[in-house]
């Protein structure tokens, strides 16, 4: 985790006392139903949840313990025994560490999604604000990067919207595949703890039962929720590009909000760098690269090897606390994003009309001319254009192939024509109730 990418309350969940407490109430409510099953003495389990609900935790003092013994969860047991007392020998009987740490593991997943999914519910309302403000905004779609026919800057963040509320329900997803609890002892077959202790610690900590835990909860639900991430990641790196390419100078239909007092170049005082989104771009890279390792770790030795546990510790809060901090820093972009309607304009006028050589072709067309004929007039008059010979519409004047009348031709250069679909395309994104009451 960089602590420059790190918001606090991403950073919180997975802070060592954060885990430790996860950790500490899976057993004690582990030892809560193993006391009605009559396994432990029913004050035991009064006494670990007395001593030990309010405990902070020695972080130093478990690490110390684990250079000695080597062993992460026998190190915080013996630390909770240090603090519960006696009692604390009804602990962990029948588990392993690992029904132990994968169950604290799912949970913090699960709060670090909860918390993704506010991030999202951020994007999708700056997106809807602005989308709804640009609805009719004219600015020229690019194909290959080049232009190709109008388009609105609206339906631009429509589908960028789109794409986020899909984000959202993948991320429920995510979370709905990471939500399982195993406590099923030494190879996953509940030997020595009963499958109603599982069910109970499921319960209390908020998780569905993991149907076949092998001691392990299989991996390939971890490498869903990463792979998950990383989509995430890329819609984000895609707006982000979108809004740089806009940016640049010779563009200029957007641009990052400039503080006053921000400097943007420590050589070049002119510079308005869009750090922002260049930044965005670099956070989805790192995010993504969570996504093969996750991958990897489905193949595990037989029952349980623990090859997985040193990647995990890894990418799990790295991956979540980044996708957090690139989730809010891209909702404040859109919602403060300068907006250029003059500059729209300006560069979709650049090629003098070509970007209605489609409706061209289609009328003449319909006007009875062969579609290869057609096609070489608007192409050879949009090629002298081109080259700074002149306008499109004068060459397709003059062009005897082109067997439209100048009126008929300045119809088809009509740019309202392009935008009879957005409200179509706008009522399927954001239901018609907020068609309605944006209308109002």
């Not at 989308?131 to 960028?160: D, M, N």
């Not at 771009?281 to 690269?289: D, H, P």
Request: aromatic share 8%; glycine share 6%; hydrophobic share 45%.
């Amino acid at each position: 985790m960089i602590p420059r990418y790190a918001r606090p309350e991403a950073s919180q969940i997975w802070d060592p006392q954060t885990r430790f407490k996860i950790m500490f109430e899976i057993e004690a409510h582990a030892a809560d139903k193993m006391a009605q099953l009559g396994v432990i003495p029913k004050e035991a389990a009064e006494t670990i949840w007395a001593k030990g609900r309010d405990a902070v935790f020695d972080v130093e003092r478990i690490d110390a313990i684990e250079r000695e013994v080597k062993h992460d969860v026998i190190a915080f047991l013996t630390h909770v025994t240090e603090i519960v007392g006696p009692e604390a020998r009804f602990l962990h009987q029948g588990m392993t560490s690992s029904d132990v740490n994968d169950t604290a593991l799912a949970v913090q997943l699960c709060r670090a999604t909860d918390l993704l999914m506010e991030d999202v519910d951020m994007v999708l309302a700056a997106l809807k604000k602005r989308a709804f403000e640009h609805k009719l905004t004219p600015t020229v779609g690019r194909s290959h990067g080049i232009h190709a026919e109008p388009t609105t800057f609206g339906l631009k963040l429509a589908g960028h919207y789109a794409e986020f509320q899909r984000a959202k329900e993948r991320l429920a997803m995510a979370k709905f595949e990471i939500a399982t609890c195993a406590i099923s002892g030494a190879v996953g077959t509940f030997a020595n703890v009963a499958p109603e202790v599982e069910a109970y610690v499921a319960e209390k900590m908020g998780l569905a039962v993991e149907p076949v835990s092998t001691q392990v909860i299989p991996r390939d639900r971890h490498a869903a929720y990463f792979a998950a991430l990383g989509v995430v990641a890329s819609s984000i790196e895609r707006l982000a590009t979108e809004i740089r390419h806009l940016q640049r100078t010779e563009v200029l239909e957007v641009e990052e909000f400039f503080d006053v007092g921000q400097k943007g170049s420590s050589a070049m005082p002119h510079k308005r760098n869009p750090i922002l989104t260049e930044n965005l771009t670099g956070l989805a890279r790192l995010i993504r690269s969570a996504v093969v390792p996750a991958m990897e770790n489905v193949t595990l030795w037989h029952e349980r090897d623990i090859s997985h546990s040193s990647v995990e510790r890894g990418i799990a809060p790295d991956t979540t606390i980044h996708l957090d901090f690139a989730l809010r820093r891209l909702a404040g972009v859109v919602d403060r994003l300068l907006v250029y309607p003059e500059n729209m304009l300006k560069n979709l006028d650049r090629l003098g009309g070509l970007v209605h050589s489609q409706r061209v072709l289609l009328a003449l067309t319909q006007a009875g001319v062969a579609r290869e004929v057609a096609y070489s007039a608007v192409q050879r008059n949009a090629m002298r254009v081109w080259r700074g010979e002149g306008t499109f519409m004068e060459f397709l004047v003059a062009d005897p192939d082109v067997t439209l009348s100048q009126a008929e031709l300045s119809e088809l250069f009509d740019l309202g024509y392009h935008f009879k679909a957005v409200d179509t395309v706008f009522a399927r994104v954001f239901g018609q109730e907020a068609m309605a009451k944006a209308a109002e």
